[in-house]
């Protein structure tokens, strides 16, 4: 049975659902991208003292709707929270949020975004070459490779294809 991931994107990044949906699919088959609205971040989210957007706002405005198993929202805007000075993308409760601001390619946003539903899919982080791999930097994303390694491939097929059910 197929994963149903709905994808919202903020005004200016429409142009990158394609290979958001394309990069997500091709390494998680198990999962169907279907975009969904635009939607723009809060202006309760902008942290004045950090210049940037507070992830966790975010993930708590997005909403999940009927007849979908998650949801990413992909945003131009920076992106940080309190142990962070900034992130690429967060997941939590079947959601995640991917920030295009500090990435240089279309393809480093779809490896964040395959990265994040990795995690929606019950993945952890992998210190192997993999898709899984945490990335502190923009370097670090260009340099991950854009799959998952056997291991991490193994454990999804153990699950089935993704876990979501405590996500």
Known sequence: MAIQAGLY????TAAL???VKEQVEAVFPAVKCTPLAPLEPPAAG??????QYDV???LDVCQLP???DLVLW??????GDPWHSYLFGAAS??????????LVSQEDIGKEAGHEIGHLLGLSHCRNECL?????TSRGVQGKMGRLCSPCQGVLAARGGGDLQNK
Do not use: E, N
Request: positive net charge.
């Open 9 to 12: 994107w903020q005004t200016g």
């Open 17 to 19: 659902l394609a290979t």
């Open 46 to 51: 902008w942290d004045t003292f950090r210049g």
């Open 56 to 58: 966790h706002c975010l």
């Open 66 to 68: 009927a007849g979908y």
């Open 74 to 79: 992909l945003v131009q805007v920076d992106i």
């Open 93 to 102: 409760q079947r959601k995640a949020v991917v920030s295009a601001a500090r």
């Open 132 to 136: 899984m791999r945490p990335s502190r």
